[in-house]
């Protein structure tokens, strides 16, 4: 079964844990324009020059960098088996814009799943997350049990520089402003599922594949 589905929520939903299950389950591709940032500042390329002010801070990358990254990570993209976006679109010009691209490309989302957390949660959520340098595995101070190293290839683990207290407050101001009206947009296209993204992480996933049935039958 091909799978095409937008991950959407806020700041430390669970968009990148459950895209790593998904990824596994159906084969799918995961793109995360926030991964692909984060990597293009490691590698001092110019589009990492370009976004490090907006990220650092909280704020979004303006919607043209997103959009060139994006048109030009899907010519590949739509030739997989399937995709998992996470993290994009954000804002309704680049829904706007993806609709077109995919539709140039003969293509169309299967569903967009948001995924709701509440403002606390999201809060310890966020300030306990680690993340691998070396293979991106995200995973959270609470079910860490032997210090902060990777459990699969023994990396310490780091925090993300947004991570901080002052650019998480930018960070879910933002999300309310700029993102959330995008969950009227594809409610109105008849895409939008949503789903409790509390509990553990297999919790959620099996709320997950429970609410994609229906459209993936
Ligand atoms: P991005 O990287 O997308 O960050 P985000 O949206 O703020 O989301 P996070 O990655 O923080 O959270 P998540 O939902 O992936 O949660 P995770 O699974 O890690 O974007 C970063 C920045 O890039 C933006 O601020 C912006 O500047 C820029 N950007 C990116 N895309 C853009 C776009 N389209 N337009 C403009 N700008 C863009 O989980 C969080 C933590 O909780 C982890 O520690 C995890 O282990 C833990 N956890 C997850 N699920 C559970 C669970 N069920 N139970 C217990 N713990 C859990
Ligand atoms: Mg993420
Ligand atoms: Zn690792």
Redesign the pocket.
């Known amino acids: 079964m091909v799978i095409r589905l937008v991950l959407f ?1 806020a ?8 895209a790593a299950l998904l990824k596994e389950h159906f084969g799918a591709l995961h793109i ?4 692909l ?1 984060r990597r293009a500042m490691k590698e001092k390329s110019t589009l990492g020059d370009q976004v490090r002010s ?2 650092d801070l ?4 303006p919607d043209e960098i ?1 959009m060139n990254l994006v048109r030009k990570e899907l010519v590949d993209v739509v030739k997989e088996n399937g995709f998992l976006f ?6 309704i010009p ?1 829904a706007e814009n993806f609709e077109q691209a995919l539709s140039e490309m003969h293509h169309s989302l299967t569903a967009v799943v948001s995924l709701e957390v509440e403002q606390d949660l999201l809060v310890r ?2 300030s ?3 993340v691998c340098p070396k293979c991106s595995a ?3 101070v609470d079910s860490l049990s032997h210090g902060e190293v990777c459990p699969t290839d023994q990396s310490p683990l780091e925090q993300r520089k ?1 991570d901080a207290e002052e650019a998480v407050k930018t ?1 879910l101001k ?1 999300f309310a402003l700029q993102t959330l009206p995008l969950k009227e947009y594809y409610r109105e296209k008849k895409l939008l599922l949503q789903i409790d ?1 509390s ?3 297999a919790a ?1 996933f099996a709320r997950l594949l429970s609410v994609l049935q229906p459209v993936l039958d």
């Open positions: 929520g700041p430390g939903a669970g968009k990148g844990t459950q995360s324009t926030g991964d940032f907006y990220m909280g704020f979004l990358v997103v996470d993290g994009f679109p954000r804002t680049q959520r966020i306990g997350r680690r995200l995973y959270h947004d960070r933002t993204g509990g553990t992480p959620v």
